[in-house]
């Protein structure tokens, strides 16, 4: 694979450092995509890219669809927009209706639309607080669930995301997430499991009466902190703690919703009903678009207008949305991704047993994290950059986690490529 080194990027990134303000990015390499298929990246001077990365699992059912750009541009021609606050449209109506029906358990649910996590983040706040009449959301550490006012106080990942801004949202707490690494010597997941959920008691105990709780926000698998998933037993515990408490149990969905896991939703792992639901991201394929999902009695206590904005259920959108709904469902993606994880993660092992530096590989799903030690930070950024200057977008997270999340219609034949560029990365920087 030959890489053009004409000065197209350069002139695009010098232009973007003078314009665009820093605090909306998260700088990785100097990557300007200019266009893209399936698992496949193009950037303006011409190379190409396997995706290991699909847009921060945006674009599960990968680049340029043809049945989603065909949905945007029927739309397009018919309505761009008209506000969903004040009156109806039908992609609106549909795909409310099929997300609805998609969520997990059989209570009957409605939608709230918005046009990202982070807004869908802060309305599971917004109802929970009106339905339960409480003020307290307890959230986890390292959770990322946005960065808007609200979603940046629900989010403990990244000091940056707090510096400066204060006041936060008050009555927002963290709690340690149940990270499975964490485990003291001989400790089984059960008893670890029981440790994390007597320090919660303790907590109502001695600090926050369970009363004063409303909700409880979780990612059933932690995305941006490297792909944690937390024991069942200890998601069982927290689910049965809030219904014994009033205090309604919530997900944020916004990284792993859409077969990301290997199955629909990330909670359908532990065969739990949330009663709030956070959706975005591949919800329409990148399209500006989320929702709140819940159940019904907790969506009507929210009063008109508390959660209505101009954009939110945006017509092209929902049509994009609808169209990634029919995909998903064709092409069996949840299935594919589950499949295709267990191969991805052969791979990864076999990586790990010839570069012992590689401390855990974690995969479920299509959507591992390749851990190294926290001393080897700048090794890892190294690493991602060699992969980028080769040909692979694979970026690392928490500075010393590798994220594999690529869109769920990549092939064996690339995962085999990208993770061979990532073994020539390793023999030369190690």
Known sequence: MSFEKNPNRHRLIALDHQYVAPAGRVSKFDLVVDHAKDATVWDADGNSYIDFLASASAVNIGHGNPHVVAAIQQQADKLVHYISGYFYHEPAIELAKRLALLAPGNSPKQVSFSTSGSEAAEGIVKFARSYTKRSVILTFQNSWHGTTLGAASLSAIDANMHRDIGPLVPDIHHLPFPDPQKRFPNETLADFSKRY????????????????????????????????????????????????????????????????????????????????????????????????????PIMDSLASPANATTTAANPICCAAGLATLDEVERLNLPQRSQQLGEFAKTQFLELQQDFPIIKQVRMIGLNGGIEFEATKSAFVTALSEYCFEHGLIMISTMDHILRFQPPLVITEEEIKTGIAIIRDGLQKLA
């Open 197 to 296: 959920l007597d320090d919660l008691r303790d907590l109502f105990q001695h600090d926050i009466p369970a009363d004063q709780i409303a909700a409880i926000l979780i990612e059933p698998i932690q995305g941006d902190a490297g792909i944690i998933t937390p024991p069942n037993d200890y998601i069982q515990g927290l689910y049965q703690l809030c219904h014994d408490n009033g205090i309604l149990f919530c997900t944020d969905e916004i990284n792993q919703g859409f077969g990301r896991s290997g199955k629909m939703w990330s909670i359908d792992h532990f065969n739990l009903e949330p009663d709030l639901m956070a959706v975005g991201k591949s919800l329409a394929s990148g399209m500006p678009l989320s929702a709140v999902i819940g159940k019904v």
